[in-house]
């Protein structure tokens, strides 16, 4: 269960990137936080990799989007194992 | 009565002289100095250590004699490998057109202008050389991060010429500017002679001298790897600019004169 | 249930983390692949050469200008002083056009509030108000001038106003290296060049920090490490700075210390009979300070007197006063010892900015004469300077207030004849007193004219005296309410000193104008305009022109030359005047030229020949004295004094101080008796204050700090401390603390283990930010000699702003 802080860089500042910001919003495992200029923080929750990868990719190809820079990742994986055990 | 007196008196002195004590060593404990404080020894983590078996939670030293110390129940026997990727020098590799716009932007964002030094995206403490060679010298990639090789020669003292993000007690300070500074875009492509030529260089081959630190090699920029890696001659097709390289300023390629037809 | 909270925790967490680098993070500044939207796209770029802006290495850029307008630079790979390297300012130095706040348009204050004039009346202003009181005038320049800019000036105010009120802010800068070379030499400026860089063994840094304030030449060094030669870099210092990371060893030293260790080396050269005794007997004399009244000249003493003066400096008594362990002076003066090997020193502003600046400056000239090592390439101590032509336009032009061009003094009543007669004006034009230098100019002009301040009209070129002067509340901040005192400021960006100014100058900078400098190793340096400046910003130089003709129009007699003439009078092919006092004409000619070519001819009295201009044209720049040769050609000079290359030792010497002041031919090693700073700390100011530069950004930082990659990676001012005296006073990382001395206060945010190391006892803060000025703090005691305040050393005290908020009646300060 992957934790990540995302930094999405947009190609112009985030107000004009609405719309793409609503379809975060609207992804369950996507908070977002503060902006500026072109820079939209997130963090992403989300039960497995492969779907923090699908998040990762999705985000990659939204409209505007030009880069994703990690912040912070939580390495947590053993932990979850051990607890189905 | 007497005795009881006594008895009293001396409670109190024991009670003041205990309570004493207390104060005495409350008052001289250093409050935390923040210096070293990292998010691992938050109180919230310190909770959850219980429930996680990689850590190994606190005990006072009372408790450390009979405090098992041993290994985690996620520890084993030998070091899981970190793991490696394997890069294929003869793989075929299609760079498209999107991955090229988008590794452009990238590059253009970390820099003033195209032949400027790239700013170092992150921040860096007391960072010396040796430092910023462990990851940039060969390259590397770990997760989604990928620290990029040096294009150049080893050259000492790095931040002479790359700008680090702010150092850490003052990320959060505004450091904006107003300026109305336009830098020279990175040019698209190399121009060809002829659809199927060999692109000519179109930068300065100065500070470049390793092609393979951004066109290939496992560390490219995507959508900007050569398609043909294992060819390690580039210039043997790839023609430079000797006025980008300012090697020899020509106004016009000195020729002979014409040669003279006498006219009917 | 732990795990949720954990999970909650670490979002918290990863936005916390992301959030930040998104506040950190400037904006982008440049606009990606766009070429359809007019931006540009390579193809119009034109490259021309230029010097840096910066400091005093003299690098050389390649410009990349299209659609007029600078958009690339490159290091110029066919200059010898950078051979195509940058630093991180040079790379980005075509930014510090492009701020948006640029000065466009000139600026009166009527009534308290500034508002826009039109040029004419502006200089009607400035003209009108020396014509009414010539000798109330004062110009305070730089060593940013250009060359042109600074000889035009010189020419105004000393030969046309007879007004000698004229220094530069080089006074605080690099006042004191001059004094030493004149005490040495005779005559000023290194003997050797950045060519000694390549070929020394040993490299000492005396309180100098070169890897973050002259980088260029630093890694021209470390580099030489990387192609496997061995090169010992000795630093000595008040801190640990990027240089010690390099360095073998670090002596710190007590701030003083440098006097002791010099006098301590040349103690063990004698002691241990290992000085060059050949060298000494041929090319030395020994001088000392006369008994009562010490001058820059001094008086000759015998090698007897010298050993007798220097006996008591043992290396235990060194240690005493330095804080270095005596080992560690055995060990330097072991090195000074071995002939074999090839030492050269480097020195900036850690001994200029020293009230025994003059002292410090002839003692580790005299270390290396009495040693030997020097004028063999590699054996050399040299002085680096801090601005672009500190050397080139100050102490060369001669833009001080005791001096002329060329090398000569307004006192002596031949230097004034000759100076007469080059610039055709009437004899006795040329004032005999000296002016005022900085600290007094800036004296009389804040304190109020009713108490004998006789400066009311100050103009201020190319710098920035309301951050770098020292005490600022005294020296510059009383300014403000004296009705009749006048401001006028040229600049390109509001500043700490437009904020006082009664009529601001919007300036050209850089590639907007002509130029010359002259670095540090003697190389003067040519560039043309290569785009226009904005709106109705306008060259210095055409200021202080225009200014000299609208007195010369109402009718001053110091701007007639003998023939009547207009003493900036340009005339073209057919002897028509141009008319270069009006803008739209000023480009009609190369008035720098004009101007250089005049210059030239001051320089061959002081052996400083420069080229005509068009080889400056052709070249990466040449250093003087640069000679022609029977071909025809012009031949430059890279090791002034010895034999081998300069050309004006006399045939069959090895070394000749052709400028000696002792008129033998021989340079002087001095004694100087060890004296302590003139404030340290006390129980109520305990710690010592040092200040200084930091690699990101360039003196008061109104340049870099508009460069967003410059101003992201250094954003703020910051006081540096040591992790004890910071826990001591429980203070934590990042929190704003306040500064305080006897003079004033500065806020600053502290950075534990940061940038540099100081020692117990000791911070340190750049003065690069605008918005914290440090120099509130800082002391006035200047060096009897060159006038230069001490910027590197004073007491001051550290409170917890919380404190003083809780306690607002101990704030309360003169």
């Given at each position: ?9 947009f ?14 919003e609207n992804v ?7 902006f ?13 990799r492969?779907?923090d990868q ?32 | ?5 006594t ?9 003041v ?51 098992e ?16 990727q ?9 760079p ?11 590059r ?5 202008y ?41 050259l ?5 010429c790359?700008a ?5 007690p ?17 040019p ?21 001298e390793?092609?393979?630190?951004c ?7 995507a ?19 000797a ?12 020729m ?8 009917e | ?7 909650s925790?670490?979002?918290a967490?990863?936005?916390a983390a ?24 390579g ?5 021309n050469?230029?010097p ?9 850029v ?5 659609d ?23 790379y ?8 948006k ?17 039109e ?12 014509m ?6 004062a110009?305070?320049g ?8 600074g ?12 007004n ?7 006074r ?23 060519a ?11 309180g100098?920090n070169p890897?973050?304030?002259h ?38 030293m ?26 000494v007997?041929?090319?030395?004399n ?13 008086e ?18 060194v ?33 200029n ?20 090592h ?19 336009t ?11 061009p ?10 004034r004849?000759?100076?007469?007669e080059l ?30 301040g006789?400066i ?43 904020r ?26 040519q ?9 109705e ?18 009718g ?13 009078a ?9 008319p270069?006092w ?6 009609d000619?190369?008035?720098d ?6 210059y ?19 070249a990466?720049g ?20 010895s ?7 006399a ?16 340079a ?8 302590p700073p ?6 109520e ?7 200084g ?35 001591a ?6 929190e ?6 006897r ?19 000791t ?28 910027y590197?050393?004073c007491?001051?005290?550290v ?10 009646d101990e704030?309360?300060?003169?």
């Amino acid at each position: 269960m992957p934790v990540s802080g995302l930094v999405v860089t947009f190609n112009s500042p985030v107000d004009r990137h609405r719309e793409t910001i609503e379809l975060l919003e609207n992804v369950p495992e996507i908070e977002t936080g503060d902006f500026r200029n072109g820079k939209l923080a997130i963090v992403v929750d989300s039960p497995t990799r492969q779907r923090d990868q699908e998040i990762w990719d999705w985000v990659r190809q939204m409209p505007g989007v030009i880069d994703v820079a990690v912040a912070f990742v939580g390495f947590d994986d053993g932990q979850i194992h051990t607890g189905d055990e | 009565m007497n005795k009881r007196i006594t008895t009293i008196f001396l409670s109190l002195v024991i009670a003041v002289a205990a309570i004493g004590y207390f104060v005495g060593i409350g008052d001289g404990v250093p409050l935390p100095d923040g210096f070293h404080d990292s998010p691992l020894v938050d109180h919230e983590l310190k909770h959850a250590a219980s429930g996680d078996a990689k850590l190994i939670e606190a005990v006072s030293y009372a408790e450390i004699a009979d405090a098992e110390m041993g290994p985690t129940e996620s520890w084993q026997l030998t070091a899981k490998t970190l793991p490696t990727q394997t890069y294929d020098l003869f793989a075929e590799i299609k760079p498209s057109e999107e991955e090229k716009l988008a590794s452009s932007q990238t590059r253009s964002s970390r820099r003033a202008y195209n032949g400027a030094p790239p700013i170092i995206p992150h921040a860096i403490e007391n960072t010396t050389d040796a430092a910023c060679y462990s990851c940039h010298s060969n390259g590397m990639k770990m997760g989604s991060l990928k620290a990029s090789v040096m294009s150049h020669q080893f050259l000492a003292n790095c931040t002479q010429c790359h700008a680090p993000m702010a150092p850490p007690p003052f990320q959060n300070v505004d450091a904006r500017v107003s300026t109305t500074f336009v830098g020279l875009p990175a040019p698209k492509a190399g121009k060809r002679a002829f659809p199927g030529a060999p692109p000519t260089i179109p930068h300065s081959q100065w500070m470049r001298e390793n092609c393979l630190a951004c066109h290939g090699g496992g560390n490219g920029w995507a959508g900007m790897e050569s398609t043909h890696p294992w060819r390690s001659n580039c210039t043997q097709c790839h023609a430079p600019s000797a006025s980008l390289d300012q090697a020899i300023v020509s106004e016009t390629i000195p020729m002979l004169p014409p040669l003279e037809v006498a006219k009917e | 249930m732990m795990d949720a909270k954990r999970r909650s925790f670490m979002k918290a967490t990863a936005m916390a983390a992301a959030c930040s680098m998104v506040a950190s993070d400037a904006d982008f500044s440049l606009p990606v692949l766009n070429a359809d939207d007019g931006l540009p796209d390579g193809d119009g770029l034109m490259w021309n050469k230029a010097p840096c802006r910066f400091c005093g290495t003299g690098c050389h850029v390649q410009v990349g200008v299209e659609d007029g307008r600078v958009v690339a630079i490159a290091g110029d790979k066919a200059a010898d002083v950078n051979k195509g390297l940058l630093c991180v300012k040079g790379y980005h130095v075509g930014g510090i056009l492009y701020g948006k706040d640029r000065l466009t348009k000139p600026l009166l204050r009527k009534d308290g509030e500034l508002t826009e004039i039109e040029w004419d009346e502006a200089i009607d202003i400035v003209a009108k108000r020396i014509m009414d009181a010539p000798d109330k005038f004062a110009f305070y320049g730089s060593g940013q001038w250009t060359i042109p800019e600074g000889f035009a000036a010189q020419k105004f105010m000393k030969g046309g106003l007879g007004n000698n009120h004229i220094d530069p802010n080089a006074r605080l800068c690099m006042a004191s290296a001059v004094t030493g070379f004149l005490a040495t030499y005779g005559v000023d400026e290194p003997a050797g060049c950045y060519a000694d860089l390549d070929e020394c063994d040993v490299l000492i840094t005396w309180g100098n920090n070169p890897a973050e304030m002259h980088p260029v030449l630093f890694s021209r060094v470390t580099d030489r490490r990387s192609r496997g030669e061995t090169v010992r870099i000795i630093d000595i210092g008040t801190r640990r700075t990027r240089t010690t990371d390099a360095s073998n060893d670090y002596l710190e030293m007590k701030p003083h210390g440098d006097v002791a260790i010099s006098l301590g080396i040349m103690h063990l050269l004698i002691e241990n009979d290992s000085y060059d005794k050949s060298f000494v007997a041929k090319h030395c004399n020994f001088r000392g300070d006369e008994a009562d009244t010490p001058t820059l000249h001094g008086e000759a003493i015998t090698e007897e007197e010298f050993r007798k003066r220097i006996a008591k400096y043992t290396p235990e008594h060194v240690e005493e006063l330095s804080g270095v362990p005596a080992d560690k002076i055995r060990m330097l003066a072991e090195l000074f010892g071995n002939h074999d090997i090839r030492i050269t020193s480097l020195w900036c502003m850690g001994m200029n900015q020293h009230t025994m600046g003059t002292a410090i400056n002839s003692l580790v000239h005299g270390v290396h004469l009495l040693s030997g090592h020097f004028g063999r390439p590699g054996d050399a101590p040299t002085s680096l300077t801090g601005q672009p032509s500190a050397c080139g336009t100050v102490r060369e032009v001669g833009t001080l207030a005791h001096a002329l061009p060329g090398g000569r003094l307004v006192a002596k009543p031949d230097h004034r004849a000759q100076c007469e007669e080059l610039w055709n004006v009437r004899e006795g034009s040329i004032n005999p007193m000296p002016g005022y230098h900085t600290v007094k100019m800036f004296e009389q002009f804040t304190k109020p004219t009713s108490e004998g301040g006789d400066i009311n009209t100050l103009f201020v070129q190319v710098t920035n005296p309301g951050q770098t002067l020292p005490n600022l509340n005294t020296l510059f901040n009383d300014k403000e309410g004296l009705e009749d005192k006048f401001l006028i400021v040229s600049e390109v960006y509001p500043t700490a000193t437009t904020r006082l100014a009664d009529l601001i100058l919007p300036a050209a900078l850089w590639v907007e104008k002509n130029g010359m400098f002259g670095n540090s190793e003697r190389r003067t340096q040519q560039w043309f305009k290569m785009v226009d400046p904005p709106g109705e910003a306008r060259d210095d130089c055409w200021m202080t022109i225009a200014i000299a003709h609208r007195l010369f129009e109402l009718g001053h007699e110091g701007m007639k030359n003998k023939d009547g003439e207009f003493i900036f009078a340009v005339k073209d092919d057919s002897g028509e005047e141009i008319p270069v006092w009006e803008f739209e004409h000023y480009y009609d000619t190369n008035v720098d030229k004009h101007l250089f070519e005049e210059y030239r001819a001051f320089t061959t009295m002081k052996h400083k020949n420069l080229a005509p201009y068009e080889e400056y044209v052709a070249a990466r720049g040449l250093r003087w004295p640069v000679v022609e040769q029977p071909d025809g050609s012009w031949r430059e000079t890279k090791f002034r004094f010895s034999g081998f290359d300069d050309p004006f030792v006399a045939e069959g010497q090895e070394f000749e101080f052709y400028h000696s002041s002792s008129n033998d031919g021989r340079a002087q090693i001095w004694f100087h008796e060890y004296a302590p700073p003139p404030e340290k700390p006390d129980a109520e100011y305990p710690f010592w204050l040092c200040t200084g530069r930091v690699l990101e950004h360039w003196h008061t930082g109104t340049m870099t700090r508009r460069v967003s990659q410059l101003s992201r990676a250094m954003p703020t001012s910051y006081v540096e401390m040591h992790a004890e005296d910071a826990r001591a006073a429980n203070i934590r990382q990042g929190e704003t603390v306040v500064i305080e001395s006897r003079r004033g206060v500065c806020e600053l945010p502290v950075w534990i283990d940061g940038r540099g190391r100081p020692p117990r006892g000791t911070i340190f803060v750049p003065f690069f930010d605008e918005t914290k000025l440090i120099n509130n703090c800082t002391l006035e005691a200047h060096d009897p000699f060159s006038k230069q305040p001490d910027y590197k050393k004073c007491a001051v005290k550290v409170v917890k702003k919380s404190a003083v908020q809780a306690a607002p009646d101990e704030m309360v300060h003169s």
